[in-house]
């Protein structure tokens, strides 16, 4: 089969590798769609992955062509990247992005940017059939997204800032709205993704490069602040913002992954402090029997309440990924989510 394979930093390939064989906990996936995250840029660019060569990809959906299961030859799957070892304290509780030694589909061993792919029955989240694949290898920035959301507590009646309006960003942003929020301001630098944020649907959007933050979240709020935040860039600044922004005993949702060291001000720390401000994490998603972000995200995209294909910028094949990957690397261009499709 074809597959992207990663040999070294910056050395990626469209190479032809042997077709996977699976388990017997396993199926056969024929990839109809794998999106390029953010993650991908800096692994295949910069840090590389566990070990080489490696096929990337773990945003991804596809249809299974071979399974021990005959009822599930035919369906559409999006899949549950981590691979949890089932032994330790975490994965006892279902707390599986918790695992203190687990796989991944796309980092640590190979992942969904190729023809086919073998996969844990246990990791599918089988597609509802009103569903695209394309929407449907939306699904785990959905799920990270609605893993944020209920982190921040945030319910109908109350306000809620995202810095950031990236992807996950105006994901969450539907969630919230779904769930009866209607204050949501959204904060960000890029013009062009402002823009996307109107066409979403959500009209209180701060562009940072020519308005001041602060002064527009206090207006909306009444001097208030707002009672949530979701820092979603991983940035000293932005998340400094979210501590001025957040109202007395608000909470803010450090989400976005760090590229370097995050540092706070005196004066912004000072704010966590007098303000009694909370301030969690979140990582990855719920994928268990009693919480399952990634059959609630399939679901909301069923009955329409969250939309993810609008979120999707450009469209490619394998072939096509020095574009593709160029686009984001370089910044060539404006974009939202990036992906390969079967086409």
């Known amino acids: 089969m074809k597959a992207l394979n990663l040999y070294g930093v910056g050395d990626l390939r469209y190479d032809e590798v042997p077709k996977p064989k699976t388990k017997t906990d396993e199926v056969l996936l024929k990839i109809k769609a794998v999106g390029i995250c953010g993650s991908d840029i800096p692994r295949i660019f910069e840090k590389g992955t566990y070990n080489f060569p490696t096929i990337p990809g773990h945003e991804f959906a596809g249809e299974i062509i071979d399974a021990e299961d005959a009822k599930l030859i035919g369906r559409g799957a999006a899949v549950f990247p981590l691979i949890p070892c089932g032994k330790c304290t975490a994965c006892r509780s279902e707390r599986y992005a918790q695992c203190c030694n687990y796989n991944y589909y796309g980092s640590r061993c190979d992942g969904a ?74 904060a960000g630098r890029s013009a062009a993704k402002a ?23 206090m ?42 060291d995050i540092r706070l001000s005196q004066d912004a720390y000072w704010k966590i402090l007098r303000k009694e401000v909370s301030v969690t994490g979140t990582w990855n998603s719920s994928f268990s029997h009693s919480e399952n972000d990634w059959h609630e995200a399939l679901e909301a995209m069923e009955d329409g309440r969250i ?37």
């Not at 996307?196 to 979240?217: C, H, M, R």
């Not at 009672?227 to 913002?241: K, P, R, V």
């Not at 993810?308 to 910044?331: D, P, R, T």
């Open 219 to 260: 207006q909306e709020t009444k001097g208030q602040g707002v009672d949530a935040c979701i820092e979603g860039t991983g940035n000293s600044e932005a998340l400094e913002q979210c501590l001025y922004s957040v109202k007395n005993f608000g909470i803010v949702v450090a989400m976005g992954n760090p590229t370097g």
């Open 195 to 217: 823009t996307l944020a109107g066409k979403v649907g959500f009209s209180k959007v701060i562009n940072i490069q020519n308005e001041d933050a602060q002064d527009f979240i």
């Open 113 to 186: 940017m190729s023809e086919y792919l073998a996969v844990r029955v246990k990791n599918l989240a089988l597609m509802p059939s009103n569903i695209s694949y394309e929407a449907a290898a939306m699904c785990e920035p959905a799920s990270v997204a609605l893993h944020a959301i209920k982190k921040s507590g945030i319910k109908a009646g109350k306000s809620l800032l995202i810095w950031g309006i990236g992807p996950i960003a105006l994901i969450a942003a539907q969630w919230a709205r779904s769930f009866g929020v209607e204050n949501i301001i959204l």
């Open 307 to 343: 939309s993810v294909e609008m979120l999707i910028s450009h469209k490619f094949n394998f072939k096509e990924f020095k574009q593709a990957f160029s686009l984001m690397h370089e910044k060539k261009e404006s974009y939202c989510k990036v992906m390969f499709i079967d086409k």
